[in-house]
């Protein structure tokens, strides 16, 4: 165990994580605001004297004396050096674990999980520097891998919560995953971590490039990606984020419609999107034939 972590056995308990207690008022806020800035005012402290002088080598005491603060300031915020390092994810859990719960039910699952995890891409792009800097620090210290493989660890339990969660209460649930069936589990693991490995590779690649590039739209392509994968049509009453796929009324027809439909949805993120009304009991050869003849008119226009 490192020497500094058993310290922080003897200290005073910290305050409650940003973010996980109430605040009311100005004064409040405020607070916070102060306790997201000491924090990060520590880590920044931590990382410099780890990037001069060496990980191992560097104290507590030396990480408080760079931020102008006494030792037991620091335990307050964190409880090792290490945890120095990674500031904001408390926080950003917090955020993730909120959206989760105030998702509506009719949005598919995944689509919430991969909403979950773009807060914690920003969390990352707010700061490009200090998180380009952080990523090299952290390739060239073991220790500090290992503490960022437990954070990721930390998204994947909290996804795959909410992923059984609605396995036990949606009314729709995405094609072929069997709701009280003993795939359940395995399943939402597994999607969980995709997600989450998806997020991972986007910022990787994006800080390789020294933070540079437009992340969002890169780990929004990873998403589709994701989608088709793990589900190549949407179940019946299941909305894409804003796209509601109504069951049909009229057997095959309505099946062939609505495959067709979110297959155009998915296509071409960068094309235009046509909206077409036709009856239920309209031939489906009219239907197609008038979409064609639309699609065949916006592209002349």
């Known amino acids: 165990m490192d020497r500094e972590q058993s310290s922080a056995q003897q200290q005073p308990p910290r305050e409650p994580l940003d973010g996980a207690r109430p605040e009311g008022g100005t004064g409040g806020r405020r607070a916070a605001a102060q306790r997201r800035q000491m924090r990060q005012e520590l880590a920044s ?4 004297l780890f990037a001069n002088q060496g990980y191992e080598e560097t104290t507590v005491d030396q990480i408080a004396a760079e931020a102008g603060v ?21 926080d950003t859990l917090v955020r993730v674990a909120d959206l989760l719960a105030s998702a509506e039910p009719e949005e598919h699952p995944l689509d919430v999980v991969c909403r979950g ?11 490009p520097g200090v998180s380009v800097a952080r990523y090299q620090l952290i390739r060239q210290v073991p220790a500090l ?14 996804f795959t919560r909410y992923l059984l ?25 597994v999607s969980a971590a995709a997600v989450v490995a998806a997020h991972n590779h986007v910022l990787r690649r994006w800080l390789r490039a020294g933070g540079h590039g437009d992340v ?12 088709g994968t793990f589900w190549a049509t949407s179940p019946s009453g299941v909305r894409r984020r804003g796209t509601l796929v109504a069951p049909s009324a009229s057997g095959d027809t309505g099946s062939v419609l609505e495959s067709t439909a979110v297959s155009a949805l998915s296509a071409s993120p960068g094309g235009e999107v046509l909206i077409t009304v036709a009856r239920t009991d309209a031939p489906l050869d009219l239907v197609l034939d008038s979409i064609k003849s639309a699609l065949g008119a916006a592209k002349s226009a």
């Open 45 to 48: 402290a931590a990382m410099d």
């Open 70 to 90: 006494a030792r037991r300031t620091f335990f307050r915020y964190f409880r090792s050096k290490e945890e120095a390092i990674f500031p904001d994810h408390d």
């Open 117 to 127: 995890i773009k807060e914690v891409l920003r969390m990352y792009a707010s700061t």
């Open 145 to 158: 891998r290992e503490r960022e493989i437990a954070v990721v660890a930390r998204y994947e339990r909290l």
């Open 165 to 189: 969660g609605r396995f036990d209460a949606a009314e729709q649930i995405p094609p072929g995953w069997q709701r009280g069936g003993d795939d359940d589990s395995m399943l939402a693991e």
């Open 216 to 227: 969002e739209a890169q780990l929004d392509h990873s998403f589709e990606v994701i989608r």
